[in-house]
């Protein structure tokens, strides 16, 4: 039971019941589409997959948790003992709207680990319908199961609190998707992506029994979640309001980082924001290439442009006002909600700062330093300079020429007399002596460009898996000059994939 480890005692890792034992449970064990009421999940076995392979494996945490390669047991085939499969009963705001019942219609999660007092749920997605699976077919596509294994890590590695990618299995299935949406599906390979969480449980986990006015799985759901989540001293309602300014303050966090390393989640619906502050569900993501706050990968968010790379904090406070608007009339704590919306937005004022500085070497939050982020803010988003080869260079910088900004312009700079102006207000402020270690721990280096994916995904549909595991393989060490990796990863978005669909542009279609 204990394992030994550079002088550290630590438990193995064992299954735990304490979720589906600890909140209510469907009682209805029939798998087909359906509303599940006064529940939070309902029991359900993977289906078989005709021939699975294993792609990717996540060695490390597959040893932080004792698990074992298997494709038999990664795709759902098999399950090992203490597994006890389910899927997940939630709702959710989508676009700004009511949805009702979503729930996992095609994420099954195997069981829970336990191991030093930490949870780890691991989960299958795109392992066969589920009660939750309306008109879907519960599976996942090779091209976004990838995206998801390889976003997830490289989020991981950058710092930036994630649910993690164990293993990337092809199923042998072809499933049929409609990329664009022009009524031309095609058959694509099936893969199932495992992902590990503290839990998968969402604000939308919340809404759906407080949409229905079902208090009594609410509180349930509450004190399971306070009990395993949250230091318990207090009666609950005052742990529950702790625990949500908490919930509030992380989240806030969360999209700070987002923005420091230029993320765009894509689609920020309630059911898609973790009740642990982690970035979960990987779809329609993108990352800025040339830095631009009205930026979405998303194509379903193209008019609307609800989920931009510069809404994600104001999108971020409403989908939290919705997770207050469940939980604080239970306890009629509803006067409580405008307080904890403002020590949201004060934590995030407050981050949102400290990360600037950070990534401009500045040691003092000062109102001059103020003055230089917002300058540098205006000058990025009318440049047409590539987010991370600007801050990468500047961190490198020594000497007072601007010139290196040339290697980061995706077209000629108009505005080269303000951005010589901005690098003297910038050594101004940080006394021509910008904290450089700050910088480089800050600006990565290599993140998942957009057409990075794209080619490994292209190269994987071949059978061809040597790009997507130098690319993971590269991202594991972000902040690193890695340079035998620069010349292919450490580049510009090049022209082909300015307008390239499943590049720069992305489908929900998954
Ligand atoms: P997502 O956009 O992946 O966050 O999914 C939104 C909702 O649609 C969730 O409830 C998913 O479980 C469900 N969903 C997405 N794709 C499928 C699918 N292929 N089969 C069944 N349900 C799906
Ligand atoms: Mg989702």
Redesign the pocket.
């Known amino acids: 039971m204990l394992m030994v480890a550079t002088g550290v005692v630590t438990m193995k890792p064992m299954w735990t019941s304490t979720f589906i034992n600890g909140v209510p449970q469907d009682t209805n064990e029939e798998n087909h589409p359906r509303q599940v009421h006064q529940a939070c999940f309902s029991k359900v076995k993977p289906t078989k997959m005709p021939d699975p392979k294993m792609l990717l494996w996540n060695e490390d945490l597959a040893t932080e948790l004792g698990l074992e390669i298997d494709p038999e047991v990664w795709s759902g085939n098999t399950q090992i003992e203490g597994m006890e499969p389910f899927a997940h009963c939630y709702g959710g705001h989508q676009f700004g709207t009511w949805a009702g019942q979503?729930?996992?219609?095609?994420?099954i999660s195997l069981g829970t680990l336990t191991k030093d007092d930490e949870l780890f749920e691991i989960q299958l997605k795109g392992s066969g319908?589920t009660p939750?699976?309306?008109r879907?077919?519960?599976?996942a596509v090779l091209r976004s199961s990838l995206r998801e294994f390889l976003c997830s890590e490289a989020m991981y590695h950058l710092g930036i609190p994630t649910s993690r990618a164990l293993s990337l299995v092809s199923t042998g299935e072809h499933v049929l998707r409609d990329i664009l949406y022009d009524g031309h599906p095609a058959e694509e390979p099936g893969a199932i992506v495992t992902r590990v969480a503290q839990s998968f449980l969402r604000f939308g986990s919340f809404e759906i029994h407080a949409s229905r006015s079902d208090n009594e799985t609410l509180t349930l759901l509450l004190e399971y979640v306070l009990q395993q989540f949250f230091t318990h001293d207090n009666e609950v309602e005052v742990d529950c309001l702790n625990w949500l300014r908490c919930v509030g303050k992380e989240t806030a966090r969360l999209v700070s980082e987002w923005m420091r390393v230029g993320f765009v989640h894509g689609?920020m619906?309630t059911?898609?924001m973790s009740i642990h502050s982690i970035t979960i569900?990987y779809?329609p993501y993108g990352w800025i290439e040339p830095y631009d706050l009205d930026w979405t990968p998303n194509t379903t968010d193209k008019f609307s442009k609800r989920y931009t790379f510069g809404n994600q904090p104001m999108i971020a406070m409403w989908n939290y006002a919705r997770l207050l608007d469940s939980i604080l009339p239970i306890f009629s704590l509803e006067q409580d909600k405008r307080p904890l919306l403002e020590s949201f937005q004060i934590a995030f004022q407050w981050e949102h700062h400290r990360m600037w500085c950070n990534k401009l070497g500045i040691k003092d939050m000062t109102d001059e330093s103020v003055v230089v982020i917002e300058e540098c803010q205006r000058l990025l988003q009318e440049s047409n300079i590539d987010m991370t080869i600007f801050f990468r260079e500047l961190s490198y910088l020594n000497s007072a020429s601007i010139d290196f900004i040339h290697k980061a312009c995706y077209q000629p700079i108009e505005h080269m007399g303000a951005w010589t102006q901005w690098l003297q207000s910038w050594n101004e402020v940080t006394q021509n002596s910008p904290d450089k270690e700050l910088m480089l721990s800050s600006n990565p280096k290599y993140v998942l460009r957009n057409w990075l994916a794209y080619e490994a995904i292209e190269h994987a549909e071949q059978g061809d898996l040597s790009y997507a595991l130098d690319l993971y393989e590269c991202l594991k060490n972000p902040y690193d000059e890695q340079e035998q990796y620069a010349s292919r990863f450490y580049q510009k978005r090049p022209e082909w994939a300015e307008h390239k669909p499943g590049s720069s542009m992305l489908s929900?279609s998954?």
């Open positions: 979503l729930g996992d219609g095609r994420a319908v939750y699976s309306r879907g077919d519960g599976r689609v619906n059911d898609n569900d779809g929900c998954s």
